[in-house]
Each structure stands twice: as C-alpha cells, then as structure tokens.
C-alpha cells in the first residue's frame, strides 16, 4: 500500500520561508515522478512543480516559480518543497503525489497516481 506522508508545515509570516518534506513508502521511488499541489479553501486543486524520478528535471506552476524549488533524495524516498518570498496567497494545503506510470514528467496523477493527506500552509500578511 502507498503511503505519502507530508511534514513541515505551519503558520509564517509574509516573506517567510517553509520547507515541506514527503516520506513516500509502499512503491519504488526511485521510478516515480513526484509533484506538489495544493488547494485553497473554496478552490479547486491545483499544480504547484513536479520534480522527475532521478530528479533531473523540475517544473513548476508561474505562480510559484523563482519562489519555490522542489528537490528529492531517493535514498531517503523523500521529496521537498522549499518555499520562499511566501506570500498570503500561498495560503492552502499542501499535497505531494506520486506518479510511477510516468516518472520522466508526471501526468497521470488523478488517474494511477497516489496522494498524501495534505499539510496546511498558512501564510498570514
């Protein structure tokens, strides 16, 4: 069974900084694309970055870019969210994914993908 467990969030400041950690057990990591998405309350789910299985490659959502970076350690099967310049609008819960059917890019993460319970970010002004 896939279990995604996400950490690290909280309450920060405007111009704060977070780090979001996400253990991954039950699926081969390292053949996995890994991504982060979040949601804010009364809004739909949307993408943030996804980083590639051997993390080679990172992508992430304009709003985010320059800010955030996403990193990962396959001999920890873990992936990161680093989270800088946090603005109010930031503000939402958290969620890493994991995608092994395509590990090179990750897009098919509502339909075989695995997703974690999700962390609140609160970023207040």
């Known amino acids: 069974q896939v279990q995604l467990v996400e950490s690290g969030g909280g309450l920060v400041q405007a111009g704060g900084s977070l780090r979001l950690s996400c253990v991954a057990s039950g699926l081969t990591f390292s053949h996995s694309a890994m991504g982060w998405f979040r949601q804010a309350s009364g809004k739909e789910r949307e993408f943030v970055g996804a980083?590639?299985?051997?993390?080679?490659?990172?992508r992430y959502a304009d709003s985010v870019k320059g800010r955030f970076t996403i990193s990962r350690d396959n001999a920890k099967n873990t992936v990161y969210l680093q989270m800088n310049g946090l603005k109010p609008e930031d503000t939402a819960v958290y969620y890493c994914?994991?995608?092994?059917?395509?590990?090179?890019?990750?897009?098919?993460?509502?339909?075989?993908?695995?997703w974690g319970q999700g962390i609140q970010v609160t970023v207040s002004s």
């Open positions: 994914a994991a995608d092994p059917a395509d590990p090179d890019y990750g897009s098919s993460w509502f339909t075989t993908g695995s």
């Open positions: 980083i590639s299985s051997r993390g080679e490659t990172a």
